[in-house]
């Protein structure tokens, strides 16, 4: 039998802020960070990197990096965004961070409302709708986007405002929330 490593659970508890001096706390959010903590941040950005270059296997990845969402991918997204030459893989940075955002990357999205390329447009619309429909955001979070979105010249993106604010009426039972147009 080869030797395995074996991970030290009591330091990865205090790393990800799962062991205090009040005890111990789990839950899922602590379990991926703990994941991510585990694979390290160079196999983080390594997995953004094979999913940008859509090589056999990206979608496994993007579904590990959804599952997980680490800052550390988040940054590389982020990276590759205002950095690559390649539209295309600037284009599927924005893409995979849609899934793996969190509320940290609302401050990105007017950099991407804001891109010459309509296809990055309409997928920084789409990081505000993907927070707000999985519950990692909230509406007042997104009230000023949302405004920009709906006075945005991409009609594409218009229409996404349009589709969010009409989710977040049906989802509070409420009249429609306001956006200044």
Same mark, same amino acid.
């Given at each position: 039998?080869?030797?395995?490593?074996?991970?030290?659970?009591?330091?990865?508890?205090?790393?990800?802020?799962?062991?205090?001096?009040?005890?111990?706390?789990?839950?899922?959010?602590?379990?991926?960070?703990?994941?991510?903590?585990?694979?390290?941040?160079?196999?983080?950005?390594?997995?953004?990197?094979?999913?940008?270059?859509?090589?056999?296997?990206?979608?496994?990845?993007?579904?590990?990096?959804?599952?997980?969402?680490?800052?550390?991918?988040?940054?590389?997204?982020?990276?590759?965004?205002?950095?690559? &030459?390649?539209?295309?893989?600037?284009?599927?940075?924005? @893409? !995979? /961070?849609?899934?793996? =955002?969190?509320?940290?990357?609302? *401050?990105?999205?007017?950099?991407?409302?804001?891109?010459?390329?309509?296809?990055?447009?309409?997928?920084?619309?789409?990081?505000?709708?993907?927070?707000?429909? &999985?519950?990692?955001?909230?509406?007042?979070?997104?009230? @000023? !986007? /949302?405004?920009?979105? =709906?006075?945005?010249?991409?009609? *594409?993106?218009?229409?996404?405002?349009?589709?969010?604010?009409?989710?977040?009426?049906?989802?509070?039972?409420?009249?429609?929330?306001?956006?200044?147009?």
């Amino acid at each position: 039998m080869e030797p395995r490593a074996v991970i030290d659970w009591e330091h990865l508890a205090h790393v990800v802020g799962a062991l205090g001096d009040s005890g111990e706390s789990g839950g899922s959010d602590l379990a991926r960070h703990a994941l991510a903590e585990i694979l390290g941040p160079e196999e983080v950005t390594a997995a953004v990197d094979f999913y940008v270059s859509s090589g056999r296997g990206a979608e496994l990845a993007r579904w590990v990096l959804w599952l997980l969402r680490p800052w550390q991918a988040m940054l590389r997204c982020r990276e590759i965004f205002q950095t690559s &030459s390649d539209i295309d893989a600037r284009r599927s940075a924005i @893409e !995979l /961070l849609r899934v793996v =955002a969190d509320k940290r990357t609302l *401050t990105w999205v007017p950099d991407f409302l804001s891109d010459p390329d309509a296809a990055i447009q309409q997928m920084g619309a789409g990081v505000v709708d993907q927070l707000l429909w &999985s519950n990692l955001v909230e509406a007042e979070d997104c009230h @000023e !986007l /949302l405004g920009e979105m =709906a006075r945005h010249p991409n009609e *594409t993106v218009r229409e996404r405002a349009d589709f969010i604010r009409a989710f977040l009426s049906s989802r509070e039972g409420n009249a429609e929330p306001s956006v200044e147009d």
